[in-house]
């Protein structure tokens, strides 16, 4: 019995040992099995990774180049324009008025004399008076012709020159009353020490529009 024992006893290790070796190669071999399929994912991984990266710079390569042609030919286009814009000369389109003389304005005063520029007219209306003077001017003329300044006063009534009958200005500008609704599209100017002939002469130059009936022509034309 011993005998034998001795002999099987042997032979068991030497079995558990070749099974134990075999099952450790089985491990490592599927270790490294394993280790190897990791190892293609890997690298598949990085392949679509790197065509990934190759077809984006495709495309900003085919962006970048068309952007340049656009700009190369809108740059082209209106290099030209530009161009075709100097060679063409300048065309004047021709005046309307060319050729055609200024219609002179003209109308009547109460006396049916005819009121045109540079015209001598005399005030012939009571109560005119000229707000647009300065405050020097401000007052009216006593009864021998003087002026009387009245820059002190505080209603705005006041605040004026009140022209007498008989002050002589000169007609410097009219306005087409078809053209433009005016009240008073009769302008004169009025200016110290000239065309006294009434024994008036204005505080200081002003200007002063009238309509034709606030008016009398004394000499149609200076």
């Not at 005046?95 to 200024?102: F, I, P, S, T, V």
């Not at 209306?125 to 820059?151: E, I, L, W």
């Amino acid at each position: 019995m011993t005998n034998m024992l001795n002999r099987v006893l042997p032979l068991c290790i030497y079995l558990v040992l070749q099974i134990t070796r075999s099952a450790s190669f089985t491990i490592s071999d599927s270790r490294c099995t394993s280790r190897q399929s990791l190892q293609r994912q890997f690298q598949r991984s990085d392949e679509r990774r790197l065509q990934s990266l190759e077809k984006h710079q495709q495309r900003r390569t085919t962006l970048c180049s068309l952007s340049v042609q656009i700009i190369d030919k809108s740059s082209s286009s209106s290099s030209e324009e530009s161009e075709q814009k100097k060679e063409k000369p300048a065309v004047l389109a021709p005046a309307d008025d060319e050729g055609k003389e200024e219609q002179e304005i003209t109308m009547e005063d109460n006396n049916g004399n005819t009121i045109r520029m540079g015209s001598i007219i005399r005030v012939s209306s009571d109560g005119v008076r000229a707000f647009q003077v300065a405050a020097k001017a401000r007052g009216y003329f006593d009864d021998d012709k003087n002026f009387v300044a009245t820059p002190d006063v505080t209603q705005r009534i006041d605040k004026c020159l009140r022209l007498p009958v008989g002050l002589r200005g000169v007609v410097n500008k009219m306005y087409d009353v078809d053209d433009i609704s005016a009240n008073s599209p009769v302008r004169a100017k009025f200016v110290p020490d000239e065309h006294t002939e009434e024994g008036y002469s204005s505080p200081v130059a002003f200007l002063m529009h009238f309509g034709p009936e606030e008016i009398e022509v004394v000499v149609a034309e200076e």
